[in-house]
C-alpha cells in the first residue's frame, strides 16, 4: 500500500447531489445518495424497461453487457437452456445439470449417496465462469462446478482447485452464511435485499439500470409531464474520479478499502478487484480520466462476440495524460521510449488464475518486466 496517496476516507456527504433544478415545483424530493449494494427498504422501482421510451439506444447498448445479466432467473438462462445436460467428474464424484422443463436439476453423487436440486438462481455469463446458487434442506450453496465459455463446459469453480470434497453434500458445494448468500444477490441483481435479508420475490434479476441510478419513477412522471427531470435520478458522473471509482463501481468490484479491511490484499486472485488493483498504480488519483469511466463506458460490454475492441481501444485513454503536449497548468507525466501503441497491452499484463479458463487484465498500472513477482 502506498502511503502518498493514502486514502482519505470519503464520508457519505460525497453522495448527496445538490440538485440545483430551478422551479421544481411539486413536492418531489431531489435524488441525495445511492450506493448500488444498499437499497434502502421500500424503494420504488420503475423496472429498465420503462428507461427504453426515451434512452433506446443506451438500454439497446446495455442489452449486451454481462452486468446486465448478472444473475439470472433458471427459466430464462440462456447457457441453462441451451445444454440439456452437462456433466463433469472429479475423483469418485459425479456431477450432472440436466435440463427439464424451465428448471435445471443439479446432481451429484458418489455412487452410494445422492443430491439432486433444481438451481436456485444462475451467476454470471461464464467468462470467468457460470456458478450456480444452489437450496438443500434449507440452506444456500454455491456450487463446486461451475460452467466456462472457454470449454463450453462444467469444471471446478475458481477457487476450489485443492480442495477434496469429503462428503457428497462437501462435494455439492460451499455452504453459505445468509448474510454471505444475501451480498451475492446484491451484487449481482437489483432490490433483492432488505435490512440484510433476502427477498428475491421483490428482485430485478441482473443488474437493472436503475440498480445504478436510483429509483425512476419521479424522473419519468416528470419528463412525461413535460417538466424538468434531470436532478430527479441519480448520474455517478457527476461524482469525482475517486468516488466513482472506489464508492460507486468498487461497491460491487470491491474498493481498496474493503480490500484492505478485509486483509485480502495476498495473492493473485485479488487482480479481480479492479478498484483496489488500480489505486495502487502511480497513475491514479482523482482524475476522472483514471476512473472506471475514464476507460469503460458502463453501458457497453467489453467482452462480448459482438464487441470488438483491439489492443489499441484505450490507447487514447493513456494518451489523454501521457502526451507530451498537456494542457497549460497541468503537470507534465512522462512518455514511453518504449512503445507507441497497444500500451494496455505492455502496462495492464494478463494474469491466469489456476483453473480460471480466462485472463484477467491486471488493473495495476506499471513498468511489467518479465520474471517481476505479482505485485500486492
Ligand atoms: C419520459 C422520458 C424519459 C424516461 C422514460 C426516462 N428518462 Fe432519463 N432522461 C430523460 C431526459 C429528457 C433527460 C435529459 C435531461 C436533460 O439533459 O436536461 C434524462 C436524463 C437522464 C439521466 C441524466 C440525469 C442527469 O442528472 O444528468 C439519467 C441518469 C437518466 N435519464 C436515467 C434514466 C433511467 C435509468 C430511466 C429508467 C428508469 C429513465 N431515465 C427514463 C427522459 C426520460
Ligand atoms: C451492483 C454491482 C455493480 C456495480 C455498481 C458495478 N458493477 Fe460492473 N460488474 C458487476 C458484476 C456482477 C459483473 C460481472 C458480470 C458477469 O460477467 O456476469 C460486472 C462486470 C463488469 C465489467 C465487465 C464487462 C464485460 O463485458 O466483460 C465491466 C467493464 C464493469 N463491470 C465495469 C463497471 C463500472 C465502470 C462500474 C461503475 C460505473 C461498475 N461496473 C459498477 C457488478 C457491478
Ligand atoms: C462485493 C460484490 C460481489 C459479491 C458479494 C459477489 N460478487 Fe460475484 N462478481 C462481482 C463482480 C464485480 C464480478 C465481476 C468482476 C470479476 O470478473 O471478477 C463478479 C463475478 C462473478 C462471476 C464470474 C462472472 C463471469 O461472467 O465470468 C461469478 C460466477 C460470480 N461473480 C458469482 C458470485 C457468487 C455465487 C457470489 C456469492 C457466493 C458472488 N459472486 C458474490 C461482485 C460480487
Ligand atoms: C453499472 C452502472 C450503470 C448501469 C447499470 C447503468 N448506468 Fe447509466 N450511467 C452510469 C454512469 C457511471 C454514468 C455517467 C457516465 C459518464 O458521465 O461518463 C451514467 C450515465 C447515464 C446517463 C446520462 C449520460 C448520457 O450519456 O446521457 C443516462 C441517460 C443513463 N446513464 C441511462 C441509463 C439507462 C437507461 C440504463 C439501463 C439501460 C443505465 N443507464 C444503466 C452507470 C450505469
Ligand atoms: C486506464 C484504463 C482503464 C481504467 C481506468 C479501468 N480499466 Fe477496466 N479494463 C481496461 C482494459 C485495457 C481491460 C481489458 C480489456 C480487454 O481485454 O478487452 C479492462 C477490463 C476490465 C474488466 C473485464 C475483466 C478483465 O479482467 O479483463 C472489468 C470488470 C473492468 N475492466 C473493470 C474496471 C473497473 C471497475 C474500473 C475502475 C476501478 C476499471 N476497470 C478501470 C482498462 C481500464
Ligand atoms: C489521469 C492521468 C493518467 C492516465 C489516464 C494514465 N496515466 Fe499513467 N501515469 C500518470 C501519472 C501522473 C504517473 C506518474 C508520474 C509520471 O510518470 O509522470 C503515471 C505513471 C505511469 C507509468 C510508470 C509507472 C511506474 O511504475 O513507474 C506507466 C508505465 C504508465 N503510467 C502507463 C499508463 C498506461 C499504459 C495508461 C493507459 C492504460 C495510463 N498510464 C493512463 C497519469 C496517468
Ligand atoms: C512493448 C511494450 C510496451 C508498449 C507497447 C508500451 N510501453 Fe511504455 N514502457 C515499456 C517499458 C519496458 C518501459 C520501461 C522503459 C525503461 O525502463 O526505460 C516503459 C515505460 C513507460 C513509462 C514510464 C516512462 C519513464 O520515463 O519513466 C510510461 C509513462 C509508459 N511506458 C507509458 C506507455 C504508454 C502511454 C504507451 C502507449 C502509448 C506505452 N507505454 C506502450 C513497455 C511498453
Given at each position: ?9 470519503i ?5 448527496v447531489?445538490?440538485?440545483?433544478v ?5 413536492t418531489?424530493?431531489p ?9 434502502p427498504?421500500g424503494?420504488?422501482?420503475a ?10 439506444n ?15 432467473n ?5 447457457i441453462?437452456?441451451a ?16 435440463r427439464?422443463?424451465d428448471?435445471?436439476?443439479?446432481t ?30 434449507d ?17 471446478l ?5 485443492g480442495t477434496?470434497?469429503?462428503t ?11 448474510d ?41 412522471r416528470?419528463?412525461?409531464e413535460?417538466r424538468?427531470?434531470?436532478?430527479l ?8 474520479g475517486d468516488e ?16 484492505v479491511?478485509?486483509n ?6 485479488n ?8 489505486f ?16 469503460h ?5 467489453v467482452?462480448?462476440?459482438?464487441v ?10 493513456c494518451k ?7 494542457p497549460?497548468?497541468?503537470?507534465a507525466?512522462k ?8 500500451c494496455?497491452?505492455?502496462?495492464m499484463?494478463?494474469?491466469d ?22 505485485p500486492?
Amino acid at each position: 500500500m502506498r502511503h502518498d496517496l493514502q486514502r482519505k476516507r470519503i464520508t457519505v456527504a460525497i453522495f448527496v447531489v445538490v440538485a440545483t433544478v430551478a422551479g421544481l415545483g411539486g413536492t418531489q424530493e431531489p435524488v441525495r445518495r445511492w450506493i448500488p449494494t444498499q437499497i434502502p427498504g421500500g424503494t420504488e422501482f420503475a423496472g429498465s424497461q420503462a428507461c427504453v421510451e426515451c434512452h433506446a439506444n443506451m438500454a439497446k447498448q446495455y442489452e449486451l453487457s454481462p452486468m446486465r445479466a448478472a444473475l439470472e432467473n433458471v427459466a430464462e438462462a440462456p447457457i441453462l437452456r441451451a445444454n440439456q445436460r452437462l456433466t463433469f467428474r472429479e475423483g469418485k464424484y459425479s456431477f450432472e445439470i440436466v435440463r427439464r422443463g424451465d428448471q435445471s436439476i443439479y446432481t451429484v453423487s458418489d455412487g452410494v449417496s445422492t443430491i439432486s436440486e433444481p438451481i436456485f438462481y444462475s451467476f454470471g455469463q461464464g467468462q470467468a465462469g457460470q456458478t450456480y446458487l444452489l437450496r438443500y434442506r434449507d440452506e444456500y450453496y454455491e456450487s463446486r462446478v461451475s460452467f466456462y465459455r472457454e470449454i463450453k463446459g462444467l469444471d471446478l469453480t475458481i477457487g476450489y482447485q485443492g480442495t477434496v470434497p469429503r462428503t457428497v453434500e462437501e462435494a455439492f458445494g460451499r455452504k453459505l452464511s445468509r448474510d454471505e448468500a444475501a451480498q451475492c444477490f446484491a451484487c449481482h441483481a437489483t432490490n433483492s435485499v432488505s435490512n440484510s435479508r433476502l427477498h428475491p420475490e421483490k428482485m430485478m434479476a441482473g443488474i437493472s439500470c436503475e440498480g445504478c441510478h436510483g429509483a425512476g419513477v419521479n424522473h419519468i412522471r416528470a419528463g412525461r409531464e413535460g417538466r424538468p427531470n434531470k436532478g430527479l435520478i441519480f448520474n455517478p458522473g457527476r461524482l469525482s474520479g475517486d468516488e466513482i471509482s472506489q464508492e460507486f463501481c468498487g461497491s460491487c468490484h470491491r474498493s481498496v478499502d474493503r480490500i484492505v479491511s478485509l486483509n485480502s490484499e495476498d495473492g493473485k486472485f485479488n487482480v479481480r478487484f479492479q478498484p483496489y488493483r488500480i489505486f495502487n498504480s502511480k497513475c491514479y488519483s482523482d482524475d476522472r480520466r483514471i476512473s472506471c469511466i475514464g476507460c469503460h463506458n458502463p453501458h457497453e460490454a467489453v467482452k462480448h462476440e459482438s464487441v470488438k475492441k483491439d489492443a489499441g481501444h484505450y490507447d487514447g485513454k493513456c494518451k489523454a495524460c501521457h502526451t507530451s503536449g498537456q494542457p497549460k497548468g497541468e503537470a507534465a507525466v512522462k512518455v514511453c521510449r518504449v512503445g507507441k501503441r497497444d500500451c494496455a497491452s505492455c502496462h495492464m499484463p494478463k494474469v491466469d488464475l489456476p483453473g480460471a479458463h480466462f485472463r484477467f487484465t491486471d488493473h495495476r498500472i506499471r513498468i511489467a518486466r518479465p520474471g517481476d513477482p505479482y505485485p500486492n
